[in-house]
């Protein structure tokens, strides 16, 4: 599976942003996605993530309430709407594909398959 995010963009804080993230090459449907961040700095860390069905959803506590994780297998796409936005949200956001199961979903060695990061910057 070949990924690739897009969407990032500079945003002041309270406003929003919508990533996406295109998938090509296998079936995209037969997996789990997750959307990570890195700041600079600071190691990569989970955000969300979603089942290949899109029946389960899984957020970092710092996200949760803000951040919606979605997909529709029918476009090979998987989206991340991302709303109150902070500051401290910015980063390097990565998307990936895999077959985690149980709390691998939160960790990125869960996933086989990479996107490329798309930069969101929130002013204060």
Sequence with gaps: VQLQASGGGLVQAGGSLRLSCAASGRTFSLYGM???????GKEREFVAAITWSGGSTYYADSVKGRFTI???N???????????LKPEDT????????SPTGTNYYRSAGYY???QGTQVTVSS
Aim: glycine share 12%; net charge positive; hydrophobic share 35%.
């Design 34 to 40: 997750g959307w990570f961040r890195q700041a600079p």
């Design 70 to 72: 979605s997909r529709d």
């Design 74 to 84: 029918a476009k090979n796409t998987g989206y991340l709407q991302m709303n109150s």
């Design 91 to 98: 980063a390097v956001y990565y998307c990936a594909a895999g």
């Design 113 to 115: 398959y990479w996107g």
